[in-house]
């Protein structure tokens, strides 16, 4: 219920381009819209080309652009979870119907002696390297001067006793400012989870 009473401000803010409101929404409905378009992509000659996480993000940024603009009317998140489900499935089949219009049909095209999942490098993707970069950007930005230098010693592999020596201050009291510092931007930024 709380969430429901809670639905109205994060559309307002979503609208008026917040963008916490809108990493919200995004953790919120993500898992749903990705698993409403695996379920719809079973064709795995189809996989090849789609991928359930590129589909999201077109739905998602379809659904801030024409929320931006006042499109939507949504007064409970069954509504939005609907919205962008749907739209989902729609992104998905429009893409199938492209995929098999006579000239690309992915039908027509022979498997290639290659073993496709030995192409696809381990790691992190470029866009999820990019993502991390900026999270952890915004995060030293969240701490004060003392708490980055603090972090950058450690980070250099500082011995929290060495750092003390350095500071002339207590290693316990030093390792608790760290960690009670990380402890308030985590909150801020809301990655309890």
Request: glycine share 4%.
């Given at each position: 219920?709380?969430?429901?009473?809670?639905?109205?401000?994060?559309?307002?803010?979503?609208?008026?381009?917040?963008?916490?409101?809108?990493?919200?929404?995004?953790?919120?409905?993500?898992?749903?819209i990705?698993?409403?378009?695996?379920?719809?992509?079973?064709?795995?000659?189809?996989?090849?080309?789609?991928?359930s996480?590129?589909?999201?993000?077109?739905?998602?940024?379809?659904?801030?652009?024409?929320?931006?603009?006042?499109?939507?009317?949504?007064?409970?998140?069954?509504?939005?979870?609907?919205l962008?489900?749907?739209?989902?499935?729609?992104k998905?089949?429009?893409?199938?119907?492209?995929?098999?219009?006579?000239?690309?049909?992915?039908?027509?095209?022979?498997?290639?002696?290659?073993d496709?999942?030995?192409?696809?490098?381990?790691?992190?993707?470029?866009?999820?390297?990019?993502?991390?970069?900026?999270?952890?950007?915004?995060?030293?930005?969240?701490?004060?001067?003392?708490?980055?230098?603090?972090?950058?010693?450690?980070a250099?592999?500082?011995?929290?006793?060495?750092?003390?020596?350095?500071?002339?201050?207590?290693?316990?009291?030093?390792?608790?400012?760290?960690?009670?510092?990380?402890?308030?931007?985590?909150?801020?930024?809301q990655?309890?989870?």
């Amino acid at each position: 219920m709380a969430e429901e009473a809670a639905f109205p401000e994060l559309i307002r803010r979503v609208r008026a381009g917040d963008e916490q409101a809108a990493a919200e929404l995004v953790r919120r409905y993500e898992p749903a819209i990705r698993v409403a378009v695996r379920v719809r992509l079973t064709d795995p000659g189809l996989r090849r080309f789609l991928d359930s996480m590129d589909i999201c993000q077109s739905v998602l940024a379809n659904f801030f652009v024409r929320a931006a603009t006042g499109q939507f009317e949504l007064d409970k998140p069954e509504q939005l979870l609907n919205l962008l489900v749907t739209m989902a499935r729609n992104k998905v089949t429009n893409h199938a119907l492209k995929q098999q219009a006579a000239r690309r049909d992915q039908r027509r095209v022979q498997k290639g002696g290659l073993d496709e999942n030995a192409l696809v490098a381990e790691g992190p993707t470029p866009s999820q390297l990019v993502a991390n970069r900026e999270l952890l950007q915004e995060f030293r930005k969240r701490l004060s001067e003392d708490e980055r230098r603090l972090a950058d010693q450690r980070a250099q592999g500082c011995s929290w006793a060495d750092i003390a020596a350095e500071r002339g201050g207590n290693a316990d009291a030093l390792r608790m400012q760290l960690a009670r510092a990380i402890e308030r931007v985590t909150r801020e930024l809301q990655l309890e989870e």
